[in-house]
């Protein structure tokens, strides 16, 4: 079974038999696949795909939320149901609130964007338990914030809580020049002219609504 997990879906399945086992108080199983991981990716050093495997296995294992933000940032925008799946793991060990916010909204965007309704759905419920009522796929101010793809409302949801055009970039592991183009973007959508302007509008219009 161990050797199957390379097959198409197999890292998907990696990360599930990791989380089964730890469940069920085998943590001999996880940890023989996370060696298994591990072992495959030291032996592929360049492919990034083994990389971010491996360490989403060892984030799993070890409740390391730092390797399982390097799995998210591994995985990229090429493997969006595998990066939603690090990003969800990864929330799931945010001690900060905040920090757990926006890990689970990046990945239930990448689920809504794929069409995975059932991983998406228990995301909802799991923002629900936690206060917050998911932005993505619509929110209070609808006429205003509809205009904004999800990448430029995960951009302004940072820097309306403070974050700088860098902190926001190294979050949602984007290039700081690609944060300003989306952020002139929401300027102009929501015709604003300043990140004031654009803070107080979005905690105004959703926060508050949330």
């Known amino acids: 079974m161990v050797t199957d997990l390379f097959g198409v879906s197999g890292r998907a399945m990696l990360a599930a038999l990791i989380a089964g086992a730890l469940r069920s108080k085998r943590r001999d199983l996880a940890a023989a696949v996370v060696e298994f991981a591990e072992s495959r990716a030291r032996r592929n050093p360049r492919l990034a795909l083994f990389q971010a495997a491996a360490a989403q296995a060892r984030g799993l ?13 591994l995985y990229g925008e090429a493997r ?4 939603a ?32 309704q059932e991983e998406s759905g228990r995301l909802r419920s799991r923002l629900r338990r936690l206060g917050i009522r998911p932005v993505t796929g619509g929110c209070a101010a609808e006429a205003g914030w509809r205009g904004l793809t ?10 309306a809580h403070g974050a700088t055009n ?4 190294e979050r949602l592991f984007l290039s700081p020049h690609t944060v ?7 300027f102009s959508k929501l ?7 654009l803070a107080r509008f979005y905690l105004r219009e959703v926060d508050q609504s949330a």
Not at 61 to 73: P, Q, S, T, V, Y
Not at 166 to 169: D, G, I, T, V
């Open 61 to 73: 294992l070890d409740g390391d939320r730092g390797r399982l933000m390097d799995a998210a940032g």
């Open 150 to 159: 999800p990448a430029e409302l995960g951009v302004v949801r940072l820097i």
């Open 85 to 116: 799946g690090a990003l969800r793991d990864a929330g799931e060990l945010t001690t900060s609130a905040a920090r757990a916010r926006t890990c689970f909204e990046q990945a239930l965007e990448l689920y809504d964007r794929c069409g995975a």
């Open 166 to 169: 860098r902190e926001a970039a």
């Open 191 to 197: 015709g604003v002219r300043s990140r004031v302007q």
């Open 80 to 83: 969006p149901l595998l990066r």
């Open 180 to 186: 300003n183009t989306h952020l002139r973007h929401a």
